[in-house]
């Protein structure tokens, strides 16, 4: 049975919501850091840090959320789970990059993505210190600071400038670092800017020809994978599995197929 086709007017409304939030955290998170930022604590590992900027954006675009649309579901990334009864539900990355943000690197963001029934219908990354705001509604398309985007024309495979990153968990790392070194060879070179869902909106705009990621949660990878796909980029996990925890690749046509088939043979969902 296919999915129900959201309605227009509530795409408008949870867009609406979801570029408010994004745009009032992302300020918050631009203006309002302190000059003695510090970690608040740790998640993963002792280097997968929060920040005290980490839970006040989180709370920020939580209070937002409830004040808009308290029917809806919530799942952030610092811990907010709560269920809803609208059959939309917010996912939530409040500092997606939270290592470059304390410091001072640029490539940070807020990712905010509306599900309806469990599908991603709205997007929306702001990377406030490069001045940009990605955004995405299902079937209308990917755009940067209201401009459309499109994903580059698929490179040659020796040609392609792929993104990645890399888990906080020692061993996993290990293991990464591993794949990487068999795929660097292959390809263009690797990029590793450290906020998945800015790689993925660079993606969006051609910026990268191609993504992968082991470990992604539901809140790093849901805005930034529908803005991609509405630029025109496949996306999925291990071949014929969705996009997961174990692994996340996105690239336009072309480019997607050899690189899901490399990571595949080089078993980069692996421990």
Request: glycine letters at 14%; charged letters at 25%; aromatic letters at 6%.
């Amino acid at each position: 049975m296919p999915d129900p086709v959201p309605s227009p007017d509530l795409l408008d409304e949870l867009l609406s919501v979801a570029l408010e939030a994004a745009d009032l955290a992302g300020a918050l998170l631009r203006d309002g850091r302190p000059a003695d930022l510090g970690v608040a604590g740790t998640k993963s590992s002792p280097v997968d840090v929060v920040t005290e900027m980490d839970l006040a954006s989180e709370q920020l675009v939580l209070e937002l959320i409830g004040r808009r649309r308290p029917d809806d579901g919530y799942l952030g990334e610092e811990g907010a789970d709560r269920p809803g009864r609208s059959g939309v539900r917010w996912v939530v990355d409040p500092l997606d990059g939270t290592v470059n943000y304390l410091y001072g690197l640029p490539s940070w963001g807020v990712s905010v993505a509306a599900e309806l029934d469990g599908r991603a219908v709205v997007g929306v990354v702001a990377v406030p210190a490069r001045g940009e705001v990605f955004h995405a509604v299902l079937g209308g398309g990917a755009h940067l600071d209201g401009r459309p985007i499109r994903t580059r024309p698929a490179a040659p495979w020796g040609q392609a400038l792929v993104g990645t990153g890399f888990s906080y968990v020692q061993a996993v790392r290990v293991r990464q670092a591993e794949v990487l070194l068999g795929l660097m060879p292959e390809v263009r070179d690797i990029r590793r800017a450290g906020a998945a869902a800015v790689d993925l909106c660079d993606l969006a705009a051609g910026r990268l020809d191609g993504f992968y990621e082991r470990g992604l949660q539901p809140w790093d990878r849901a805005a930034g994978l529908l803005i991609a796909a509405e630029a025109g980029a496949l996306s999925g996990g291990r071949p014929g599995r969705p996009a997961d925890g174990l692994l996340t690749v996105a690239a336009p046509p072309g480019v997607f197929e050899p690189l899901q088939a490399r990571l595949e043979e080089l078993g980069a969902w692996r421990d």
